[in-house]
């Protein structure tokens, strides 16, 4: 069965530090791979996504994912957290030739200490 | 332009009653996607439409759930003989409908069963 796996569900980072957020699937073939936030209050936002090419991505608010197809991951950097980062990070798989039915990991919780 | 929009923002109901939510797409978008948010858990893929249709239901957990969308527009998750157990954040979503595009997220509903 196809699942996401993010191991960490707290993280606390301190302001300007680097970040790193796991993300492990299990899947049959090589699916699309999407991280996504989620702010209080605020719908879910697409950060960026993986399709096919090259196995680094970059999105918004200066994120980027490295697609790791040896390992299955697709871990979710940023060098130079910021406060405003503090959110609820989501992996996602869906299978490839359709991005419809999304498959969400149970998330990451981030805090920024100041 | 205008989002996605979700009504109500908050529902509180009795077990056993019937309850309906409301999803207005971004205008244009013809693909429409409920999904379900436990408490501490990611997104849950329910039910797809393109257009008028149901392309896929297969996320729906029983048949006391069901979800229209007559006109191509606007969808309703109606939910029959509620259980506290339903007790979630329902999640609606748009997009283009051409292949792999983004899905735009709506604030959800959030929907308590006492």
């Known amino acids: 069965a196809q699942s996401v796996t993010q191991p960490d569900i707290h993280i606390t980072v301190s302001e300007g530090a680097s970040l790193e957020l796991r993300c492990n699937y299990s899947?049959?073939?090589?699916?699309?791979l999407f991280w996504y936030v989620q702010s209080p209050g605020q719908g879910l936002q697409l950060l960026l996504k993986y399709f096919s090419g090259d196995t680094l991505v970059q999105g918004i608010k200066g994120f980027e994912a490295e697609f790791k197809r040896s390992q299955s991951s697709f871990n979710l950097r940023k060098p130079s957290v910021h406060w405003s980062d503090a959110a609820e990070y989501f992996c996602?798989?869906?299978?490839?030739?359709?991005?419809?039915?999304?498959?969400f990991g149970s998330g990451t919780r981030l805090s920024i200490r100041p | 332009g205008a989002g996605v929009s979700q009504t109500p923002s908050n529902k509180v109901t009795e077990k056993g009653k019937y309850v309906e939510l409301r999803c207005d797409p971004i205008s244009g978008h013809t693909a429409l996607y409920w999904y379900r948010q436990s408490l501490g858990q990611g997104p849950e893929f329910l039910i797809y439409f393109q257009g008028t249709g149901a392309a896929d239901d297969s996320g729906l957990p029983n048949d006391r759930f069901f979800a229209v969308r007559p006109e191509g527009s606007v969808s309703t998750l109606k939910i029959q003989r509620t259980e506290r157990g339903d007790s979630a954040v329902y999640l609606c979503?748009?997009?283009?409908?051409?292949?792999?595009?983004?899905?735009?997220f709506g604030p959800g509903t959030r929907l308590t069963v006492l």
């Open positions: 979503a748009s997009s283009t409908g051409l292949v792999n595009n983004e899905q735009f």
């Open positions: 899947y049959g073939a090589t699916p699309y």
């Open positions: 996602a798989v869906a299978p490839q030739g359709s991005a419809s039915k999304i498959i």
